[in-house]
Nanobody, 124 residues
Framework: QVQLVESGGGLVQAGGSLRLSCAAS????????MGWFRQAPGKEREFVAG????????SYADSVKGRFTISRDNAENTVYLQMNSLKPDDTAIYYC?????????????????WGQGTQVTVSS
């Protein structure tokens, strides 16, 4: 079992920044690829960013490329999502997810472990 706890969400004005954190416990964190997803009201859960188990590979959704940065600290069992230049369309619940193995996936069903989510609201 892997337990994931997100933090760092909140209310921010358009153009502002937030840094989300996801703390993991329960298994060897460095054995898991990680992903950030988000879900807005009435919409499906969508991939935001992913990072390989070592941290050497990353990928982003086109909608956040150049504005968001995913990173991880395997010594601290934590994955981060730095979000800059936020837009109202970024408003959603943000979830981190863990997938055993080296490679992340953009498909939510490929992840076994999920956090409870953290709300991000961007006002215009």
């Amino acid at each position: 079992q892997v337990q994931l706890v997100e933090s760092g969400g909140g209310l921010v004005q358009a153009g502002g920044s937030l840094r989300l954190s996801c703390a993991a416990s329960g298994r060897t964190f460095s054995n898991y690829a990680m992903g950030w997803f988000r879900q807005a009201p009435g919409k499906e859960r969508e991939f935001v960013a992913g990072i390989t188990s070592s941290g050497g590979g990353r990928s982003y959704a086109d909608s956040v490329k150049g504005r968001f940065t995913i990173s991880r600290d395997n010594a601290e069992n934590t994955v981060y999502l730095q979000m800059n230049s936020l837009k109202p369309d970024d408003t959603a619940i943000y979830y981190c997810a863990a997938r055993w193995g080296q490679y992340f996936s953009g498909t939510p069903s490929d992840y076994k472990y999920w956090g409870q989510g953290t709300q991000v609201t961007v006002s215009s």
